[in-house]
């Protein structure tokens, strides 16, 4: 029970870095660049932060990332252990790179540091097929941008 209660502590630590990590990266462009203030930045981030989660749930009916992840669990490898230890890893990642000034996702992150946790929770009994089904396209996703970037271009400019 005092674990579980460690948990949810750090669920509301990573809430808050999350705030403080994801804002630079939506509100400090339009700050900078003086199309608001501050003070307009954080409001007008909440209100649409609060209308996605309305449009999500009441008119596309449900959270698909959220289901799509759901679905995808092994719920036999998912323990208070592998919780903690992709909340510990994620929380250190958002506060690496924001210390250092890297632009990162931190729901990237943490379900990256929920995905190493679980399989390092594995111990060698997660059919090693099952993982590029699931991570595939999270790995692709960072490369095909830059793939394409550095694709050679036929023009001559």
């Given amino acids: ?19 403080f990590h994801d804002a630079a990266n939506s ?9 608001l203030t501050p003070f307009q930045a954080v ?4 209100l649409f932060n609060f209308a996605a989660f ?13 289901n799509t992840i759901a ?5 036999e490898f998912i323990t208070l252990k592998v919780i903690f230890s992709g909340l510990v890893a994620a929380i250190t ?20 540091g929920f995905i190493g946790a679980a399989v390092a929770n594995a111990h060698g009994s997660l059919p090693l097929s099952t993982i590029p089904r699931y991570c595939l396209r999270y790995i692709l996703s ?9 694709w050679p271009s036929s023009s001559p400019c």
Avoid at 43 to 46: D, G, H, N, S, T
């Fill in 93 to 112: 990642w958002n506060l690496l790179t924001w210390w250092y000034g890297i632009p990162s996702s931190s729901s990237h992150t943490l379900i990256g």
């Fill in 1 to 19: 029970m005092t674990f579980l209660v460690v948990i949810i502590i750090l669920a509301f630590i990573f809430d808050y870095i999350n705030g």
């Fill in 43 to 46: 409001l007008w981030a909440a």
């Fill in 54 to 66: 309305f449009v999500s749930k009441y008119i596309y009916g449900e959270f698909k990332v959220g």
């Fill in 71 to 75: 679905k995808s669990v092994f719920e």
């Fill in 142 to 150: 960072y490369w095909r941008p830059l793939s394409v970037w550095w």
């Fill in 27 to 35: 509100i400090a462009t339009i700050v900078s660049t003086k199309v």
